[in-house]
């Protein structure tokens, strides 16, 4: 079987070291460079650690943030920015290096997981497989899958397969995990960085990314997906989902090399090159939301505080044409212990709520509304004030905008979700600003990095006449509206 990059390796011994010093390491045998001699555990926590980092700090903070009207470049003398829509070919490269290499890794704890014949972490793997592969259709779409990470075969020019196939795919393996989770079978492994060997916590994470991604396709296949969706809403013994903030997906960064934020120095994630938008600063004050003064510093005038005060994205000139200091990310957020998200229970009461509001399952909209704007505040360690629900911005309306308005602050820092929760919905309603790219079009997707089209260029060609196109403007299979 294959060596382990050092690289990786590296990483794989460190990440053993979060453990207490009575863990037992004889898991690794005495030949450490090979992947025969490692546990399936082994590999999970690099994997945990490499994608979730990569989500915050790239997905979500330098693409995501600028589309979604969170963050705004200043001062702003450059036309070509994501958050103008303006998006070059390299929009995409890190997410797709970053998640085609943990990819590789994946499948080695897939191989790892059977030669051990440990269900839980097969089923651990199959998750991250379906969520890493999810990840990368709904940016790119179509994309190297069935001939993907098979260069010991020979294949170095994987085919670009049709992302509804990989969608299909992708349902397939959450099922499969779904079923095989053993809750009598305990972990003598190495302590995950995610759920400490839970894999009844595990198990409902299968279950909820696998409810997000039929939401997120029902539009195009309405009859598959929502009788998949009652099914599981209904029957909880056998689909189990989050119930609670206790079974929130969050990863931890600790502070504790190698399990340090993304940030290299904690002065980039707020520095004086970025300010918030006032979409995003304005509805958290009319919403007088208690997670403003975690995620935001207030504006300055004169050097004096004059309270929370953005700038529109899109905004184009230099600092003289603003004549206050706007607000900034709070670093606090990139700080240790700093969160990674994957998913909240925040977000499966918003998902009831929105099939509640359309009248696709039985229950009260209102409270499902209410229980993820709970949930989502407490996640960030803030109670919701008593009268919160009394604020007309916050009362329930029985409104799609309005629960995606809110869900989308649930979704902070959540990698792509905001974006893609746009795509399906068009919420919220962001203000269209002058100087802006693209007719004012939301980009649909990220073009195909230039290193895939110059070294697997055939299939590139392939993919891009199969998709009728290779521009921002090319839906995911998906995006049908």
């Known amino acids: 079987m294959k060596k382990i990059k050092n690289s990786i390796l590296a990483i794989v011994i460190a990440s053993l070291t979060l453990s207490s ?34 989500n915050s700090y790239s997905a979500y903070f330098y693409r995501n943030a600028f589309l979604m009207q969170t963050i705004v470049p200043f001062p702003s003398d450059v036309e070509e920015r994501y958050d103008r829509y303006h998006v ?7 997410m797709w290096n970053n998640h085609y290499r943990w990819l590789k890794n994946i499948e080695e704890m897939l191989v790892a997981s059977e030669q051990a014949a440990d269900p839980n972490y097969k089923a651990v793997a199959l998750t991250l497989k379906a969520w890493c592969y999810a990840n990368l259709v709904d940016c790119f779409g179509d994309i190297p899958f069935s001939e993907a990470s098979k260069g010991e075969l020979g294949i170095t020019n994987p085919k670009f397969d049709d992302q509804r196939e990989i969608y299909k795919t ?56 929502f009788q998949k969706i009652n099914t ?37 994630f707020r520095g004086g090159a970025r300010k918030l938008s006032t979409f995003f600063i304005d509805n958290l004050v009319a919403m007088d939301d208690p997670r403003l003064p975690l995620w935001a510093t ?5 050097n004096v505080e004059i309270g929370y005060k953005g700038i529109p994205s899109g905004f184009f000139g230099n600092e003289s044409l603003i004549d206050y200091a706007p607000s900034e990310p709070n670093d606090a957020q990139a700080k240790t212990p700093m969160k990674n998200f994957i998913m909240t229970y925040a977000e499966i009461e918003f998902i ?46 029985n409104t799609l905008e309005q629960i995606i308005l809110h869900k989308y602050f649930a979704l902070h820092f959540t990698d792509n979700q905001q974006w893609n929760n746009f795509r399906r919905t068009g919420y919220p309603s962001m203000p269209l600003v002058e100087n802006i790219h693209n007719n004012g079009i939301m980009p649909s997707r990220y073009p195909y990095p230039p290193n895939i089209k110059q070294q697997n260029r055939n299939e ?6 199969n998709m009728g196109g290779d521009d921002m403007n090319i839906k995911i299979w998906w995006d049908i509206n």
């Open 21 to 54: 010093c009575t863990d037992n390491f004889e898991e690794i045998n005495t030949d450490p460079n090979r992947l025969d001699a490692i546990s399936p555990s082994t590999l999970l926590n690099p994997i945990l650690y490499g994608v979730t980092n990569h």
């Open 88 to 94: 070059t070919e390299n929009i995409g490269t890190t």
């Open 170 to 225: 992708i349902f397939e393996y959450l099922e499969e995990a779904n079923a095989i989770y053993d809750s009598n079978k305990k972990s003598n492994y190495t302590a995950d960085l995610l759920y400490a060997n839970d894999f009844t916590k595990w198990r409902k994470l299968t279950n909820s990314i696998h409810l997000r991604l039929l939401l997120q396709v029902s539009d195009a296949q309405p009859a598959i997906s």
């Open 232 to 268: 599981m809403l209904t029957d909880a013994a056998t689909y189990p989902i989050f119930e609670s903030n206790a079974d929130n997906a969050i990863l931890i960064n600790t502070g504790i090399t190698p399990n340090i934020t993304p940030w290299p120095r904690i002065q980039d």
């Open 298 to 302: 207030k504006a300055k005038k004169d």
């Open 352 to 397: 009831k709520a929105e099939l509640i509001q359309k009248g696709l399952i039985a229950g009260d909209a209102q409270s499902a509304y209410e229980k993820g704007i709970i949930a989502a505040i407490e996640t960030w360690g803030v109670k919701v004030p008593t009268t919160y629900f009394e604020n007309p911005k916050n009362k329930f309306n």
């Open 460 to 465: 590139y060609i392939k993919a891009v006449e």
